[in-house]
């Protein structure tokens, strides 16, 4: 029930959503611009109303009042902060920015590395993030099943499909939307009022359940104070002195998150379009946070009072209306869940692809275009695939993410960690605003140093044992370095991270922007930044030119000589019909033109600051400005010289053709290589006059008609080409320029061309001895196949034959000693009874050497295979303890279980067959006294100890004992058997990798060892002591419904039974149990069937039995099949499994526990 309506839910949710979002985009601005402030404020409140859901309360459940920092950071952005938030969006607008890493890479002179390096912490910080809403979505609808373990290990067991079809139908909707809405103006009016309607349901859903719960829900409000008021001792929240640090912490994460995180600054900075919509949000954010803060509080209270100590603190509001029986109530909660998660991962991840695309993806791309690719220049489908794959790419890893975040993590510890990552762009972004001197070198150290130390103190601790000697002790023992209190820092563990890693990064980013000057894009950029008025976009069109036609060409002349200064300008004015003389001011539209003109020589940059300069007012200042330009027009010069002379040095022929495709440089190999004509070795020259000229002279003979440009530029692999006079063979080598323009190298290469004869030549020599020798490793493979087929068809016959044969051989031994058992209970103390008893002693003793002969057989087979899952010892081990206990106790010996609540990773079968013949051995060569079997925990695994007080091992026979066959004269005298008990165990142990050691001293005893990996799950609250079974109590009067289609076997069974004083049931086949059902019968106490019936299973019986009696009636499987699939079968339906032949003291004692069980209930 509780799966459809999650699945009801889920699918109006979504409905709602895509209609939402469909119906926005295709509004009209005018009609959204009516009800966009009210619509943009709930927005902005999104990220805060699902912290209130996954992170408050249950910090709340803990820590108290604590969590209210949060909000109150939220609130002093929006108040004392406000003027800084309005200057962030006018810089938007003027610097065209659309993403935190924009606008911190445009600070430091807009850096890609910079923005690289902002959008790589962003998805470290955001993706384990995505990964928690994943994990919230399963336990949300654990919590809903009843099924949720806090405790437990991170399995969801029956629940799994429904959390991920969700978290599936989730991606597809964000892949979807990606898509749907119109990134081209980064504007997402859809997903704004998906995030209005998200808020709203959130809201009411908080209202609802904290209002219901202190009105009605567990009574009047004077009621639920009684109760809290009398649990006041009990509580955390009310307990727990308040942090002064934690508070500060939570302030400041909830500070920075209200601006840094990408859906927050998106909104308030890109996606805002006037003040008043700010305005209206400075009010209505803060003060919605900290009224439904009371009531979360409130939840937070109650549900530590009125809910089991086991339930979850993060799902409390959906504990709530569960436990309170308010079916209503609880789909409003499950609603509100569902929005607080997906809140997080729909509008957040789009945003973070389009940085991961903006910053990391498309400047890889474009540099492969830049190389020649001959990739498209039309970037419009490419930039929706690349933020499409980095959508996939992101929710894929946060997906994978999720499967290592255990079931006991608290949601508030992994978002303050998480939240710690988003601060370190603190430094980088608020001293870029207040520090001039800020550069991109501060940046590189602070943030790498931050994230250093975030991953020392915050991410290592979360992945070693809380107890281990690294976190109690630090790293060699170094007690300053502990990860969790740093140089003795005695705080809480977000305390200590957050202050260490801001710590670290402010000094770093101090040290660092000291470290070298800033540069001229960073002083430039800094003066927007910083200035009390952030100038226009276009900073030389906003400012009143006072320089002349006349010094704007004398400034030009000084880097590209008075003649093509003058053939320029002339060529402009004519162009764009602009009549200046040269002592006229110079327009907006020439400076540009000055401006672009000089990019191409000097770079725009240098550019910028030239004419910034130029322009300045005639002053001392000026006079300065032009002599430094004197001064980098030499430097300039002497920097070209020296790269000329460094070309002329190289090996490889150079040539650069500017954008025109002109020659422009090149270098001393360049001439001796092509040997062009006196008159072509000149700045100017066109690449289609040196190709044609090279071939017209015969130079290139390999070609059959003239290259052409477009040919030659496109070459989208090396051209080589064999030179007619010289005779050497030439790899060139054209790679396109970013801003137009080409480079082209010839590389010598017939040395290697030469090389490369010579091995072609020696591969054909060697060919036709690799095909013979092929031949012969064929035919010897082919033979070698054949004989290995060979082998296993006869090992897969011998396995068949085997298994059949022991099969049909357990049947009739089964009813012997069913018979046999029977007989032995009629006898009573007569003097024939002496008889029977050694008769069925041989019984057992044939049985176990049956048994033991299959078990080698299935383990050197490899017929086991292990199936490995994660599973508590400790049951396994109650498990063994009732098997056992009765023969133990025939014996005079006490078996003892210790209790323990170790998780452990391998197959669960083959371990208890490991055990039991391990617990096994130990009763058979034990006189006296007991065996004890507990677990002892060893770093990252757990040694299971099986000790007895027997006749113990010579040290010299310890290798001996595991041997097939194997038996010490000593044992011989305590008890029959073929020594294979022991085989077995070492055959297990190796298919398991599980390391098996043992310790002895004779005539004391023996201590079996077998390590086993622990899982990676939390350890379990220890589990009670498990009672050892008692032995077997009266039977008499207890009604038993037994299947067998064995004729002898359901006899020999019946005979026992009745002899224990039982009601049996007998019956062969289905079709008799069927006609039993129908007859009205009363449900029998148990069930004891056949697995291998004429038409069907015992399983399937058993379950078809159980459905008409509509109870869970006691069975037990008894059967010859030792296959794994069968055990599993059983233990997921709770169906107890014997193994024939019965052992009669095994079955009495598993119908003793029957009938204890169904007196209890």
């Known amino acids: 029930m509780a799966s459809w309506t999650a699945i009801i839910v889920a699918i109006l949710y979504f409905l709602i959503q895509s209609w939402t979002i469909y119906i926005a985009d295709r509004q009209s601005e005018a009609t959204i611009n009516k009800s966009r402030p009210l619509l943009y404020s709930l927005a902005i409140a999104a990220s805060g109303s699902s912290w209130l859901y996954y992170g408050s309360t249950g910090y709340a459940a803990l820590h108290g009042a604590e969590f209210i920092g949060l909000y109150v950071g939220i609130l002093l952005v929006f108040t004392i902060g406000f003027p800084f938030l309005l200057k962030l969006r006018q810089l938007a607008r003027v610097e065209g920015i659309t993403s935190i890493s924009d606008m911190i890479g445009a600070r430091y002179g807009k850096s890609f590395t910079v923005a690289a390096i902002v959008t790589s912490i962003t998805a470290i910080a955001l993706i384990p993030y995505f990964a928690l809403q994943m994990t919230s979505i399963h336990y949300l609808l654990d919590v809903l099943a009843g099924a949720h373990e806090p405790q437990a290990d991170h399995e969801h067991g029956g629940h799994l499909t429904i959390p991920f079809l969700f978290i599936t139908l989730t991606a597809v909707c964000i892949i979807f939307y990606s898509g749907w809405s119109n990134p081209s103006a980064e504007r997402y009016n859809g997903f704004v009022h998906s995030l209005a309607l998200d808020t709203v349901l959130k809201y009411v859903a908080i209202l609802c359940i904290g209002t219901a719960t202190a009105a009605w829900l567990f009574g009047s409000p004077t009621d639920v104070f009684s109760i809290v008021w009398a649990s006041r001792n009990q509580i955390p929240a009310i307990q727990q002195s308040f942090s002064v640090g934690n508070f500060i912490s939570l302030v400041v994460f909830g500070a920075s998150s209200a601006f840094l995180l990408p859906n927050q600054f998106h909104l308030i900075v890109v996606h805002n379009k006037n003040d008043g919509e700010l305005r209206t949000a400075r009010w209505f954010v803060p003060v919605t946070m900290l009224f439904l803060g009371i009531f979360i509080f409130l939840i937070a209270i109650v549900g530590s009072v009125v809910l089991p100590e086991d339930t979850s603190v993060d799902f409390y509001f959906l504990a709530l209306p569960i436990a309170g029986g308010q079916p209503w109530l609880t789909i409003i909660a499950l609603a509100g869940g569902l929005a607080a998660a997906t809140t997080m991962m729909l509008f957040p991840s789009i945003l973070l692809s389009v940085m991961i695309s903006n910053d990391l993806l498309l400047p890889l791309f474009l540099k492969r275009t830049s190389a020649g690719t001959g990739i498209s220049k039309d970037f419009s489908k490419t930039i929706f695939m690349l933020r499409r794959a980095a959508v996939c790419a992101i929710l894929l890893t946060a997906f994978g993410y999720q499967f290592i975040i255990s079931a006991s993590t608290n949601f508030a510890s992994l978002i303050l960690i998480s939240a710690t990552a988003m601060v370190q762009l603190v430094p980088a972004f608020l001293g870029g605003m207040l520090w001039s001197r800020a550069n991109a070198r501060g940046v590189y150290l602070g943030t790498l140093g931050g994230m250093a130390v975030w991953f020392y103190t915050m991410i290592l601790p979360s992945l070693v044992p809380i107890d281990s000697s690294f976190i109690t002790d630090g790293p060699w023992g170094i007690i300053a370095l502990r990860p969790q209190a740093l140089f003795g820092f005695d705080a809480s563990h977000f305390v200590n991270g957050l202050f260490w890693t801001l710590s670290v990064n402010i000094a770093l980013f101090i040290a660092g922007s000291f470290s070298r000057t800033a540069t001229p894009s960073e002083r430039i950029q800094a003066s927007i930044f910083i200035a009390d008025k952030v100038l226009s976009k276009n900073v030389l069109k906003s400012l009143e030119s006072n320089i002349s036609v006349r010094q704007l060409k004398a400034t030009l002349a000084k880097y590209i000589g008075s003649t093509q200064t003058e053939l320029a300008f002339s060529n402009f004015h004519r162009q764009s019909n602009i009549m200046l003389g040269d002592d006229d001011p110079a327009d907006f539209n020439t400076i540009h033109f000055s401006e672009q003109f000089l990019s191409g020589i000097v770079g725009p940059p240098s550019a910028r600051l030239i004419l910034s300069l130029a322009m300045g007012p005639a002053s001392m200042a000026q006079r300065q400005a032009q002599t430094l330009l004197d001064h980098a027009t030499d430097a300039f010069s002497q920097n070209r010289q020296l790269l000329q002379t460094a070309l002329d040095q190289m090996d490889q022929g150079i040539g650069v053709f500017d954008s025109q495709y002109r020659l422009s440089c090149w270098n001393l190999q360049f001439q001796i290589i092509l040997e062009l004509p006196r008159e072509q070795q000149r700045m100017g020259t066109s690449l289609d006059r040196i190709l044609i000229a090279l071939f017209r002279h015969g130079d290139i003979f390999?070609?059959?008609?003239?290259?052409?440009?477009?040919?030659?530029?496109?070459?989208?692999?090396?051209?080589?080409?064999?030179?007619?006079?010289?005779?050497?063979?030439?790899?060139?080598?054209?790679?396109?320029?970013?801003?137009?323009?080409?480079?082209?190298?010839?590389?010598?290469?017939?040395?290697?061309?030469?090389?490369?004869?010579?091995?072609?030549?020696?591969?054909?020599?060697?060919?036709?001895?690799?095909?013979?020798?092929?031949?012969?490793?064929?035919?010897?493979n082919q033979q070698l196949a054949k004989a290995q087929k060979r082998a296993e068809e006869a090992n897969i016959e011998k396995t068949r034959f085997l298994a059949d044969a022991g099969h049909d051989i357990l049947q009739p031994l089964n009813a012997a000693r069913l018979y046999s058992?029977?007989?032995i209970e009629r006898l009573g103390d007569m003097r024939e009874s002496d008889l029977v008893q050694n008769i069925d002693s041989s019984l057992e003793a044939v049985e176990s050497i049956i048994s033991a002969l299959l078990d080698i057989s299935q383990l050197d087979t490899g017929a086991l295979k292990p199936v490995i899952s994660v599973f508590r010892l400790d049951a396994l081990l109650q498990q063994i303890g009732r098997d056992f206990s009765p023969v133990a106790h025939e014996k005079g010996l006490e078996l003892r279980i210790v209790a323990t609540s170790a998780i452990v990773t391998t197959d669960r079968n083959l371990l208890r067959r490991l055990i039991q013949n391990l617990v096994s051995n130990a009763i058979k060569y034990s006189r006296s006294g007991r065996i004890l079997v507990g677990v002892r925990k060893q770093g990252e695994f757990v040694q299971l100890k099986v000790c007895d007080t027997g006749i113990g091992i010579a040290p010299s026979k310890l290798d001996y004992i595991f041997r097939e066959f194997a038996r010490l004269a000593e044992g011989m005298k305590e008890s029959d058997g073929l020594g294979l008990g022991l085989s077995i165990v070492e055959r297990i142990g190796k298919i398991l990798d599980l390391d098996i050691v043992v310790s002895s001293v004779v005539g004391k005893g023996s201590v079996f060892s077998v390590t086993i990996p622990l899982s990676n799950a939390l350890a379990l609250s220890s589990s009670p002591t498990i009672p050892v079974m008692q032995p077997a109590g009266s039977l008499s009067g207890m009604r038993i419904l037994c299947v067998d289609d064995n004729t002898e076997s359901l006899a020999g069974l019946e005979q026992l039974l009745s002899a224990w004083g039982c009601t049996v049931f007998p019956f062969q086949n289905g079709n008799d149990v069927r006609e039993f059902c129908l007859q009205g019968q009363s449900a029998p106490d148990a069930i004891l069937a056949d697995y291998n019936l004429a038409e069907e299973n015992g399983l399937d019986l058993i379950q078809l039995f159980r459905s008409h009696y509509d109870r869970d009636v006691h069975a037990a499987l008894i059967t010859a099949e030792r296959s794994n699939d069968v055990q599993q079968q059983a233990n997921t339906l709770g169906i107890s499994l014997i193994n024939k032949p019965v052992r009669p003291a095994i079955l009495r004692a598993l119908l003793s526990h029957f009938r204890q069980d169904i007196a209890a209930q």
């Open 702 to 780: 390999t070609l059959k008609q003239p290259v052409t440009r477009e040919a030659f530029i496109n070459a989208s692999e090396p051209l080589r080409l064999k030179l007619k006079k010289s005779g050497r063979t030439m790899e060139i080598r054209s790679n396109p320029m970013p801003d137009g323009g080409l480079v082209t190298t010839f590389t010598d290469i017939s040395e290697i061309v030469n090389t490369d004869e010579l091995l072609r030549q020696t591969n054909e020599s060697l060919e036709q001895r690799v095909r013979d020798r092929t031949a012969e490793l064929t035919l010897a």
């Open 821 to 823: 058992s029977a007989l």
